[in-house]
Every structure is written in structure tokens, then in C-alpha cells.
């Protein structure tokens, strides 16, 4: 691989959150690989508000390594944010993420930096085939990655595996917000980004601490991932989701009651019913089914054409990604 002098090669992004005991072996780990591979390198400690001596950890490693920085926010933000700050601090042509738990091998690296040099790949992540986790987190973890699948139509088996590579033009063109941090490759997918490949990945059972997150993750990812599908796919033209659905229930409240008002007419002038037995239209509980389609449709229309002043209205700067430019 025939790269620059000057050009650092790799940034290694790490959000923690109470990791004090693990930081010092992951950071020599890290070291140790990067010098034996002569690859040029950076370590992006972000602590996420710990609790315990995590920042005086990261302190006494930047004394030690002139390779690492440090960023400790104030409190505890969640990994999206760590990520997100993590990336605006990065200098290396490929950024490399990985968590500080011992639970991702930096020996992984140099292989997933080749992947993006060489292959050209604008996002590698990593597939922990033989996982070290109870089955009450890997069988949710499975459902989960095949409905992100479904959803996203990007063939990758692990979207939460923490070790993920990317060109430096993806980390610093996208943001990674809320707990988006699983859906980075959907991310960098609607941005344009589409060569994401996959690589299977070494996962070690965790050395220290325990884990940081619970079942709920897996109901908050859903969440997330309905949301993020809604954003991306209506953000910038809202009246395509709610003008479409507004228009549907419009139209069958609307049909419904000129259905009934024909009726009623056929039975009177045709049938010669007495207009007792025709009924009238405000004694069906149709009617008032037909009426709140309208209602419900019109509030729909007029959500989508507020949501496309708002986004009309919003700055369209720094949204398109630019390729190349001939002048």
C-alpha cells in the first residue's frame, strides 16, 4: 500500500463510558499492532461522562502514547454522540471504531484498513459470526439485524457490531445522532455511500466491568430505525408520505358519502321508498365513519404542505454530496 509520508493513515475512534480498567491494555494492544503493521495512527478516546477514573486513565495514556486524544464530555450523552464528536476530531484517512470493553480485536485493523485502501470499499463493518454473549441477547440481536436488513437493503449480518471502518469523506459527511450509531451503514447508504462490505471479526468475551446495555436497546433500536427510515425517505419531501395518505382517506371519505347520498336517491325516486325507511344519512354510523376519513385526510394534507414550507424554508446548504467538479 503505497501511502503518503505525511498522511496519517488511521484514526481509531473509541467511545467509553467507565472503561478505566480496560483503556491501558487496549491502547498497548493498539500500539503494538499499528507499529508492527508501520501503519501511521491515532487513538480518539471519548469518555461519555464515567463515573469512575476513566479521564485520569486517558490523561496518564496521553503522557504515555503522543498518539492518543482525549474528549470527556460533561455528562453521559450515549454512544451516538461520542461517535459523532469522535468523528469531527478525526484526522486519518480511514477511521476505524471500535468499544473499549477488550471485546473487539485491534489485530483486526490492519485487514479492515486494507479493505478500504485497496478495495475501495466506502464502509467495511464487522460480523462477530461466533459470538461470546448469552442467548437472551443473541437471539434479539438476530431478529434485529434481519428486520434492519429488510428495512435498510443492505446485506449485513451484524449492523451493532462496534468495529466498523469508513473512508474519512463518510464519517465527516454524515451525522450520527439520538442512538443512531446502529444504523451508520443506512446512514452512509442514503448519503450516497454504497460500496459497504463486511468482514467476520473476532469477538472476545469480555475481560472487565460488565455490559452498558440492557433488552431495551432492542425496543429502542426499532424505534430508531423506524424513525431514521421515515427521515431519510421523507425528510426533504414530506408531502410525498402525508399528502399520498391524506389524499387515500380524503378520497374514501368523500366516495363513501356520495355512495350514500346515491343510495338514498335510488331508494327514494326510484324504489319509492318513504324517505323514513331510506333513512337519513346522519342515522348510519357510516356516515360518521366517511366524515372523520375527510377530516383525518385533510389534517394529513395539511401536515405534509406545512412540512414542505418548513422544509422549503430550511437552508439547503452543506446537504448534497458533491463527487467531482470539472471547471
Known sequence: MQVSEKMLQISVVVPLFDEAESLPELVAWIDRVMNAHHLSYEVILVDDGSKDSSWQVINALKAEYPTVKGLRFKRNYGKSPALNEGFKLAEGEVVITMDADLQDSPDE?????RMIVEDKFDLVSGFKKKRFDPISKTIPSKFFNWVTRKISGIE???FNCGLKAYRKNVIKSIEVYGEMHRFIPFIAKEAGFLKIGEKVVQHQARKYGHSKFGLNRFINGFLDLLSLSFILRFGRKPMHFFGLWGTV???L?????IYMLLE???KIVILNYPSVEA???TDRPLFYLSLTALIIGM???LAGFLGELISR???DRNLYLVEDVVD
Open 249 to 251: 382517506a380524503f378520497m
Open 109 to 113: 485493523i490492519p485487514e479492515l484498513y
Open 313 to 315: 424554508s430550511a437552508s
Open 156 to 158: 449485513l449480518h451484524d
Open 299 to 301: 389534517q394529513l394534507f
Open 253 to 257: 371519505g368523500f366516495l363513501q358519502i
Open 279 to 281: 333513512h337519513n344519512l
Open 264 to 266: 338514498k336517491v335510488y
